[in-house]
């Protein structure tokens, strides 16, 4: 009986291995070898491109969906009345033209013809108007409802759950025209038609999938460049080209395997041997490979800086905070902290993003807090005579290694430039959230990546009412200037409302110690080009990417 | 025997109930939710709790830990809040597989090696095979398995283009994770063997079974080795528990999509349900696996009697 026994325990071992071993994808015969030179030239050959991601995709419902993983890649698979171009600029894509009204208020969008759905359906208006409202609805909506509805004419009503959805200003005149209503004038609505959210739905398939709706490739309907051929959370899609696309002919790469690597060191080996065409680095890699002609960088419109906590009594001092500010040049960070592509921040908005007169923002404002160490000694001991006692000082961190590694940095310069010693307090970073919203603060290293295109992403941030999260932060001033950009309608006066606006908040009140902008460094086949970095919302476009 | 194992069956399931109750008490002290907190951030408080309240989250704790007992005693682990509109069963039963099939893998191969390695020294007592096999033991327990796995990489993959660097596409990408795994199984495995064999071959009963002419294989494997493999069989419950659910971090340096590094991910984002779910699942695995290995026992010593019936 014994030995019966530990033969069927042998024999269900055998058979457990057989059962789990099916879990490999189903091209098991090509060949895995990794020979630098096969693989890309095989690549070239049938013009397709292989990327990763480093962390899983947990689900492609548009609706619902908040990763930036997730949206990269919705963005390749569908597509919205406009898409952003090479230089982040909305061209006409689902739409062929729009029409805006003289108030700027009223947008009429014609949509292109010959627009098709994967499965040969037509596009049309009313898969726009069904889509953002079911965006919006309180049933169906996901985290980023509100990129409709604070736009769309009665739609904050009808999100709350208050309004009707007749009220909300989006018509279907007929299949090919869309007309939408506006709250305000909103210079950048054109970008946000690029945006995941405000991608059109097609009503019959989504109620056909149900609760199935955007887990697999075939529960998701395409009508981007790309349609989705392999999608498995925890291995990574495969795009191929849609034969349906109205742009078919502009897009040059077939195929785009994106694999999920969570492992740094591991995707710069398979780079190295040939199996992907790109590469994210870490910045102690960045040394080495920074002569490289496939080297380069990128800046995201994500700033990072220090919040000041006005709630709190030591920090409610003008002179203690500008002393603060002045006391640390961000690029020494830049250069000897990061390391991997980010840019030293002497300002919030960052570079890149919209302003006046085909400027950029940043462009026209210029730098706006100008670190100077003689002057920050001076300005902290007015502040402590002002206080009468030097304040005990504590800077809060998330405990991820870049930003511990920046409030070490402050600490030291603050002991150089000042002669003060802070303390710093790392948390996890939800931790960091939680303290900030529970007052639990002095100055905390924080920061904002952008939702759209225009400094308003940011300046809407700290307005009234004032909140421990933004470092309670109320200034009439700074209120009227944000608020009345709000309602400006001519594009250069709105700019300048912002200029001033960031300049109040920063020099004036400094209530923020910018620090840097994030990027990354990477590294990429020479044979591959045009794979377009968007620095917000969705990031990635390989519409327009070739292989050569 | 019967009543030997009701009886553990109904311990388990108290168990169970504890393990599922501390976790959900402080998985919810985490700080932070499922969701994107930088983005909520600015909505006021009642806002936010209306969000919270979508996925039932503003309920007391003590309800929402009614609802969840209840749903789990029909073994449904609710629905994940990341992977939105999946069942954790679902997303469980994807992900053991490549996870269960590298630990089988890494245990059965550091079993047999380990053995070997491990019989060998013994018989060889003091001589250079003795000591090769310590060294091996000594390094397998003091390399970390990352950074055995990082070298595996960088040779056999990248300079040497034998196996896959990474990926999880066909079987030769389960073999440098295996092996990766398998060393601290090898490590410990050869080290007790090693010992126990030593004590059990000066046992009087050794010399009888040569004093009777049994051939070497024969006194090995029917006298020598049976009796060896007790605290073997002790340890390897808790190894196959640990290999068989996952290593994050061999999992992640070579791509695999296993469990391990699902574990990580769903407490790195506070997926409650997630968390919940393979906490429940490992837990479950592990006592059983005790169990398993406590009946062992009695198969392969005869002397150990689990339940007094036979008395």
């Known amino acids: 009986m014994n030995k019966r026994f530990v033969k069927s ?383 005990e000082l504590e800077l809060l961190t998330a405990d991820d290694s870049v930003s511990k590694d920046t409030g070490t940095f402050l600490q030291s310069e603050y002991k150089k430039n000042l002669g003060i010693e802070i303390s710093l307090v790392t948390k996890p970073y939800s931790g960091r959230l939680q303290a900030m919203r529970d007052d639990k603060f002095q100055m905390v290293v924080s920061a904002w990546g952008a939702d759209y295109n225009d400094p308003m992403t940011y300046m809407n941030l700290w307005v009234t009412p004032e909140r421990a999260f933004r470092g309670h932060y109320a200034s009439d001033k700074y209120d009227a200037l944000v608020n009345g950009a709000r309602d400006e309608a001519d594009e250069t006066k709105r700019m300048e409302m912002f200029m001033e606006a960031e300049r109040v908040m920063l020099e004036e009140d400094a209530i923020l110690g910018p620090l840097y902008y994030q990027g990354m460094a990477y590294l990429q086949k020479e044979n591959v080009k045009n794979l377009v970095f968007h620095p917000y919302g969705a990031s990635w476009d390989y519409k327009y990417a070739t292989v050569e | 025997m019967k009543k030997y194992v009701s009886i553990r069956l109904f311990n388990i399931i108290v168990t169970l109930l504890i393990i599922a109750t501390a976790t959900f008490f402080l998985m919810k002290q985490l700080p932070g939710s499922p969701f994107n907190e930088e983005k909520l951030a600015d909505l006021s408080e009642e806002a936010r709790q209306e969000f919270y309240a979508k996925y039932g989250l503003d309920e007391p704790l003590l309800t929402q830990y009614g609802i969840y007992l209840q749903k789990l005693m029909t073994g449904d682990l609710g629905e994940s809040f990341y992977y939105k509109g999946q069942s954790v069963n679902g997303i469980i039963s994807d992900r053991i597989g490549p996870s269960a099939l590298l630990g089988t893998q890494a245990v059965l191969l550091g079993l047999t090696i380990g053995l070997i390695l491990g019989v060998i020294a013994a018989f060889r007592h003091n001589s250079i095979w003795d000591f090769t096999t310590m060294l091996v033991a000594v390094l397998g327990v003091s390399i970390p398995n990352f950074v055995f796995a990082a070298l595996l990489q960088y040779f056999v993959g990248l300079k040497w283009g034998i196996l896959p660097v990474a990926f999880w596409e066909s079987y030769q990408s389960s073999i440098l994770p295996t092996i990766s795994l398998s060393l601290i199984v090898i490590a410990l495995i050869a080290r007790f063997a090693r010992n126990e064999m030593l004590e059990v071959l000066q046992q009087d009963y050794m010399v009888t079974a040569r004093a009777k002419g049994l051939s070497t294989t024969s006194i090995i494997f029917k006298h020598a080795l049976r009796n060896a493999l007790i605290p073997i069989v002790t340890i390897l419950g808790p190894i196959a528990v640990s290999l068989l659910t996952g290593s994050l971090v061999i999992e992640n340096i070579f791509g695999v999509p296993g469990i391990g590094s699902l574990f990580v991910d769903s407490i790195k984002v506070n997926d409650y349900s997630t968390i919940m779910g393979i906490t429940i699942f490992y837990s479950a695995f592990f006592v059983l696996t005790m169990l398993v290995v406590d009946l062992l026992y009695g198969v392969i010593d005869p002397r150990i009697r689990l339940a007094d019936e036979k008395r």
């Open chain 1, 9 to 391: 325990l042998t024999l269900l071992l055998v058979l457990g291995l057989f059962l789990t071993g099916c879990n490999f994808s189903g091209n098991s015969s090509e060949k895995t070898e990794g020979n630098a030179t096969d693989a890309s030239s095989e690549k070239s050959g049938d013009k397709t491109i292989s990327l990763s991601v480093e962390n899983d995709i947990p689900d492609l419902n548009q609706v619902t969906t908040t990763d930036s993983i997730s949206f990269s890649i919705l963005n390749n698979v569908m597509e919205g009345l406009y898409r952003l171009d090479k230089d982040n600029k909305p061209e006409p894509a689902m739409a062929k033209d729009v029409d805006i009204s003289e108030d700027k208020l009223t947008y009429t969008f014609t949509l292109r013809d010959g627009i098709k759905w994967s499965n040969g359906d037509p596009v049309t208006a009313e898969d726009f108007k069904y889509s953002w409202l079911r965006a919006m609805h309180p049933d169906t909506a996901g985290a980023y409802y509100n990129i409709l509805s604070d736009y769309i004419k009665g739609a904050a009503a009808f999100a709350d759950g208050t309004g009707k959805a007749e009220d909300v200003a989006i018509e279907v005149k007929d299949d090919k025209t869309l007309v939408v209503e506006l709250e305000k004038p909103t210079p950048y609505f054109l970008g946000l038609t690029a945006f995941v959210t405000y991608f059109p739905l097609n009503k019959k398939f989504v109620e056909e999938q149900g609760d199935n709706f955007g887990l697999a490739k075939d529960a998701i309907l395409y009508n981007g460049p790309y349609v989705l051929t392999d999608y498995d959370q925890a291995k990574g899609v495969t795009f191929e080209k849609n034969k349906e696309y109205w742009d078919n002919d502009n897009v040059d790469v077939e195929k785009i395997d994106l694999k999920v690597i969570k492992e740094q060191g591991t995707a710069l080996n398979l780079y190295e041997a040939g199996e992907l065409d790109r590469v994210n680095l870490a910045s102690s890699d960045v040394n080495e490979y920074k002569d490289s002609p496939e080297f380069g960088t990128n800046v995201n419109f994500r700033s990072y800086y220090i919040q000041f906590n006005l709630g709190n009594e030591s920090i409610n001092n003008d002179n203690i905070r500008k002393a603060l500010q002045l006391a640390y040049d961000p690029k020494v960070l830049e250069e000897v902290i990061l390391n991997n592509g980010s840019e030293a921040a002497y300002g919030l908005i960052a570079p890149g993003m919209t302003g006046p007169n085909d400027q950029s923002f940043r462009e026209a404002q210029g730098p706006v807090i100008k670190p100077d160490a003689a002057k920050a000694k001076e300005l902290w001991e007015k502040g402590v005579e002002e206080l009468g006692k030097a304040p």
